[in-house]
């Protein structure tokens, strides 16, 4: 079974500038999170969608970043502009919904952001 | 709300030593509570969980944690370290309810000294 993919792995920008990032979850697992993982910190939630609706967006910065996921699989997760503090790995993860077994969520290996 | 509180940053053993890596939660309702583990340039790994049924819960790689109510811990645990245990360790907690966020500690980077 194929695991969460993101893509890219690595991303440099100049400040001001836009990037996006890109998360393809495990396939049928309805529930997908965007986390930021700040250097020397655990990852926080940005954004968490069932299907292709917002369950808890509550932790977005809204005036940089959004988020979608149009279709209730993949997901784009985007920062305009990008600020020198937007320096993180941003981490998806999904899950196959609720219940004892199906509430784990998977991780996939991040994209590294890195705002100069 | 809920909180996990990772009792040291670095926590260094000998190859062959105990572990224990210390959480500590804060939840107002019944919590799930998560063991993960991230190797340099991966994602999160789950290493072990406890759902409310068996209060000592066995993971993966010989790692195994005591959920204890009374002191609202979580603490994890491997008899004996090897080097390839050496990574980042994350507790996380989340409401039983299901299909909700994970909130994380701030980790804690394990060495193995040969």
């Known amino acids: 079974e194929a695991g969460v993919a993101q893509s890219p792995r690595y991303k440099i920008i100049e400040k001001r500038q836009s990037v996006a990032f890109w998360c393809n979850p495990i396939s049928g697992h309805a529930t997908l999170y965007w986390y930021q993982q700040i250097l020397g910190q655990g990852p926080k939630l940005l954004i968490q969608f069932q299907n292709n609706g917002v369950v808890d967006d509550s932790q977005l910065p809204k005036d940089r970043f959004s988020a979608e996921r149009l279709k209730g699989v993949d997901s784009t997760l985007k920062i305009q502009p990008a600020k020198l503090e937007d320096s993180a790995v941003y981490l998806c993860?999904?899950?196959?919904?609720?219940?004892?077994?199906?509430?784990?969520?998977?991780f996939g290996a991040g994209t590294r952001l890195s705002v100069l | 709300a809920q909180s996990v509180t990772q009792l040291g940053s670095h926590v260094s053993v000998s190859e062959g030593a105990l572990v224990l890596l210390r959480c500590n939660y804060s939840?107002?309702?019944?919590?799930?509570l998560f063991w993960y583990v991230q190797y340099p340039n991966q994602g999160l790994q789950l290493l072990l969980k406890y759902t409310s049924a068996a209060t000592l819960v066995k993971g993966i790689n010989g790692f195994e944690a005591e959920f204890k109510k009374s002191e609202t811990s979580f603490h994890l645990t491997k008899p004996s370290a090897h080097m390839s245990d050496a990574a980042e360790y994350f507790c996380?907690?989340?409401?039983?309810?299901?299909?909700?966020?994970?909130?994380f500690g701030k980790g804690t980077r394990l060495s193995v000294i040969a």
């Open positions: 939840s107002s309702v019944p919590p799930y």
């Open positions: 996380a907690v989340t409401r039983n309810s299901g299909n909700t966020p994970l909130v």
């Open positions: 993860a999904s899950s196959a919904g609720p219940g004892v077994t199906k509430n784990i969520q998977y």
